[in-house]
């Protein structure tokens, strides 16, 4: 926190608890205005930070998963799959997907902080403040996506490990792209703990949905040349939107033959339409501040 | 408001500018569950700059009432104000001007003390050159100054609260609301909270509402108003209250306990019931009527104890059960209710 810690000096200057009368006793707080409900998101989002940063644990082990899926199955993997991949490595292939899942479980993380809140009664201390609900849900969103996105740039430092290049734009895209998913992820958890109120049952929920919908997206696999039922599912799975431009990023920035480009990095199609990778990356956010919007109508109608 | 309520006639025909100077103005407040009535049309006035209490058994509406009163609990019926603003309708308003400490602890564990109070200030928006000099006075004032670097997470129950009411100070509140300051807290940090509540009543210019179930806590307070069942039933200062209940407080042991209250009946005209274990009725000087009983009871006595009037006896004589016994029985069923409501 950025301290404007008082000097301590010598204890107590006028003795503070035994004068009736003294000044600072008659702190006013302001009416509601935009100012003041900023201080509350920027609190909000905040206490994220701080937290995130005394848990050292917390981001050693968010870290394991990424690395077997990218280093144990990947490497493992690539002997089968050799042929396949016209020469890529296939850790380079499912680097995208990785990142985007790594990055998914942090910010799930997050949110449920908001049913331990619950559970241990601080939840209480921020909806009786005189700020709106939508403030506290938009420092919570903002405070877990960027956690989650500090958790995705480590992965980022990581992509030469893996065959992609360090291009400064491809560095870029991927980092804002992966902090959309954060933002949007986060807003879903958020959502889901509205109403959820013990964390088993939002663990059980968010994995129930989180693994399909990792498994769905194309994380670890191309999306082209699947059986229909797949297709379909594929498509509605909003991570897909997410994890193809990331691909696609990727892609663009690596030497490789066009019958490689053409069986890894198809792209997603409606209908036979090809999605411009900026239309992918809107639905994600739609579907972020859609998610954000129930949140904060949500936490507006709890008591 | 819809819901017209039976007024509870026992309490308040204030002069009507008592009432607009009044600090908390409470009228027919009720709050339905489904079926159970929590609050059954409540009405008083708390007056700047006072110590009030609200006592009763759990389960009585205590809760219930505090948390309408600090916004967190829409009322059905009747309306409240505090600090000149609606509960109701200018929730910020309200919210700005009172602090509160809960039954159950709201602090973020994992943050220091300090951090604690620097995000209450900014939720609150404290001014920002205030809070350093207000946060050091707060917690000096509950003997946390030299721990703010602490996790709170270390901190023992009554720091703990301590702490609490030293973040519910932070933002100068004009009502601070304390909801069983002292539950769960051994009779010592008891004792400790309420010597910081005094002295912050002298340090602050504050009025303060508490609930609590702790008797001998009740008479801290200026005035009281015991609730039992939803309703309130007396409202007046502790002194007043026992004197009015006039009478000592007898309790006895006996061999046949209903032979014991039907001969009392009958050789002294003494009503009395059974309470805690023990047939117990109240009489002008206990100490001179215990030889009589002996002599003309013709009951066999194995134990005897005279005690002077209590707010346990007020308590008793409006309610017609001791606060222990009330609790026991009382109504579980609202209990739950009103907890799984009122904790959201």
């Not at chain 1, 006793?25 to 206490?47: D, N």
């Not at chain 2, 001007?97 to 200030?121: C, K, P, W």
């Not at chain 2, 009015?244 to 003494?270: C, M, N, P």
Request: a neutral charge; hydrophobic letters at 50%; aromatic letters at 8%.
């Amino acid at each position: 926190m950025a301290s404007t810690t008082t000097t301590r000096g010598p204890l107590a200057p006028a003795a503070p608890a035994s004068g009736p009368n003294h000044q600072i006793a008659a702190v006013r707080v302001p009416a509601s205005s935009l100012r003041g409900e900023l201080r509350a998101v920027k609190i909000v989002w905040q206490r994220e930070l701080i937290r995130f940063t005394k848990d050292r644990l917390r981001i050693v082990t968010s870290l394991v998963q990424p690395f077997l899926f990218l280093f144990v199955l990947g490497t493992g993997l690539s002997r089968l799959a050799g042929a396949g991949t016209h020469g890529v490595n296939l850790r380079t292939f499912v680097y995208p997907g990785v990142l985007c899942m790594s990055v998914m479980f942090i910010a799930i993380f997050s949110a449920a902080s908001i049913v331990w809140d619950r559970e241990f009664g601080f939840l209480r201390e921020m909806m009786v403040a005189p700020v709106r609900r939508s403030s506290l849900v938009i420092g919570k969103c903002l405070g877990g996506a960027t956690v989650a996105g500090f958790e995705g740039v480590i992965l980022i430092c990581m992509a030469g490990l893996v065959g992609v290049p360090y291009t400064p734009i491809l560095i870029l895209e991927i980092f804002a792209l992966q902090l959309l998913v954060a933002f949007a992820i986060t807003a879903f958890g958020v959502m889901a703990a509205a109403r959820v109120k013990q964390m088993q049952s939002f663990m059980a929920l968010t994995q129930m949905l989180i693994m399909p919908m990792y498994f769905l997206s194309g994380a670890l696999f191309p999306v082209s040349g699947l059986p229909q039922w797949l297709t379909i599912l594929n498509r509605i799975d909003p991570l897909t939107y997410a994890v193809d431009p990331m691909r696609r990023a990727v892609f663009a920035h690596l030497h490789i033959s066009a019958a490689a480009r053409l069986t890894l990095d198809p792209g997603v199609t409606w209908f036979g339409w090809h999605l411009p990778g900026l239309l992918e990356a809107g639905v994600v956010a739609l579907l972020g501040l859609l998610m954000l919007s129930i949140a904060i109508f949500e936490f507006s109608r709890i008591e | 408001m819809s819901t017209p309520i039976v007024a509870n006639g026992a309490v308040l025909e204030a002069a009507p500018d008592a009432a607009e100077r009044a600090t908390i103005v409470v009228r027919d407040l009720a709050k339905r569950y489904g079926d159970i009535e929590a609050v059954r049309g409540i009405n008083f006035d708390v007056q700047p700059g006072e110590i009030f209490g609200f006592l009763g058994p759990n389960g009585a509406g205590k809760s219930t009432t505090i948390s309408m009163l600090c916004t967190l609990v829409k009322p059905t019926g009747g309306y409240a104000l505090v600090a000149g603003h609606d509960v109701l309708r200018d929730r910020d308003a309200v919210r700005r001007n009172i602090g509160l400490v809960f039954q159950d602890t709201t602090l973020d564990g994992y943050l220091s003390a300090e951090q604690n109070m620097r995000l209450h200030a900014e939720l609150y928006g404290v001014p920002r050159d205030v809070v350093g000099r207000r946060m050091q006075q707060v917690l000096e004032m509950v003997g946390l100054w030299e721990r703010r670097k602490s996790t709170v997470n270390t901190f023992s129950g009554g720091m703990k609260r301590r702490l609490e009411i030293a973040r519910g100070l932070m933002h100068s509140p004009r009502v601070l609301f304390l909801d069983e300051p002292t539950v769960g807290l051994d009779p010592q940090t008891r004792s400790s909270i309420w010597t910081y509540i005094r002295e912050l009543k002298v340090a602050e210019d504050i009025t303060i509402f508490m609930s609590t179930h702790y008797m001998d806590e009740a008479e801290h307070c200026g005035r009281i108003a015991i609730i039992d069942k939803g309703l309130i039933v007396v409202l007046d200062t502790p002194a007043a209250l026992k004197a009015a209940v006039g009478a000592d407080r007898v309790q006895i042991h006996t061999a046949d306990d209903s032979a014991a209250i039907v001969a009392l009946k009958e050789r002294f005209d003494i009503t009395a019931q059974i309470a805690e274990g023990a047939v117990t009725f109240g009489v002008p000087a206990g100490e001179q009527f215990v030889p009589r009983l002996f002599a003309e009871l013709g009951v066999p006595i194995s134990a005897v104890s005279v005690s002077r009037p209590s707010l346990d006896d007020v308590f008793m004589s409006h309610t017609g059960s001791t606060i222990r016994d009330a609790e026991a029985d009382g109504s579980d069923q609202l209990r739950t209710m009103a907890r799984a409501f009122g904790r959201r």
